[in-house]
T-cell receptor, first 113, second 117 residues
Framework: GAVVSQHPSWVICKSGTSVKIECRSL??????MFWYRQFPKQSLMLMAT?????????EQGVEKDKFLINHASLTLSTLTVTSAHPEDSSFYIC?????????FGQGTRLTVV | AQTVTQSQPEMSVQEAETVTLSCTYD???????LFWYKQPPSRQMILVIR??????QNATENRFSVNFQKAAKSFSLKISDSQLGDAAMYFC??????????????FGKGITLSVRP
């Protein structure tokens, strides 16, 4: 099956700093990628849809300036959490579709201290 | 808009027994995909099984099978011969049929399945 790789798998940062998370499709091209946030024991909450070569589409209630998304190539999308605060601590997951199936990255656990 | 409902937050099953996880959904479309995903403690999302709405036959993957009732908009997952490794969070998900690469999944709230040895 297709592979989506997400990096880093975990990160700890200081409050006020920015953190970048990468999502790569390793063996297929992905014009669209999805970014989710997940709290413990809860479902995946779609944050935004990343589109190659154009602006991301954010879900209602998601701060565009807080969560910057860049989809610079057909295999790479990045999520930057800017000026991170403890409330941004969470598990972030990316996914990309190949044909009719979604493939997920391993997820990134972000802890802001 | 489509919605997916998983009303049971937790379930438990004895090892080697069978368990059924429930899911209902709401849509005005006639063609779509339904999925069950497993999220073990590693938190890697794993596709368990998928069902195309236009297919009447219920999908089966080894110990996993679904009961797809299109008219009732119900999509339950049956796990037979439960194993300790089946312990995980399970999510039911919906996706539009006329989808391209930009088609998103709509997830239910998930259910935590524990397996008793």
């Amino acid at each position: 099956g297709a592979v989506v790789s997400q990096h880093p798998s975990w990160v700890i940062c200081k409050s006020g700093t920015s953190v970048k998370i990468e999502c790569r499709s390793l063996d297929f091209q992905a014009t669209t990628m999805f970014w989710y946030r997940q709290f413990p024991k809860q479902s995946l909450m779609l944050m935004a849809t990343s589109n190659e070569g154009s602006k991301a589409t954010y879900e209602q209630g998601v701060e565009k300036d807080k969560f910057l998304i860049n989809h610079a190539s057909l295999t790479l999308s990045t999520l930057t959490v800017t000026s991170a605060h403890p409330e941004d601590s969470s598990f972030y997951i990316c996914s990309a579709n190949k044909n009719t199936e979604a493939f997920f990255g391993q997820g990134t656990r972000l802890t802001v201290v | 808009a489509q919605t997916v409902t998983q009303s049971q937050p937790e379930m438990s099953v004895q090892e080697a027994e069978t368990v059924t996880l429930s899911c209902t959904y709401d849509t005005s479309e006639s063609d779509y995909y339904l999925f069950w995903y497993k999220q073990p403690p590693s938190r890697q999302m794993i596709l368990v099984i998928r069902q195309e709405a236009y297919k009447q036959q219920n999908a089966t993957e080894n110990r996993f099978s679904v009961n797809f009732q299109k008219a009732a908009k119900s999509f339950s997952l049956k796990i037979s011969d439960s194993q300790l490794g089946d312990a995980a969070m399970y999510f039911c998900a919906y996706r539009r049929f006329r989808s391209g690469a930009n088609s998103k999944l709509t997830f239910g709230k998930g259910i935590t399945l524990s397996v008793r040895p």
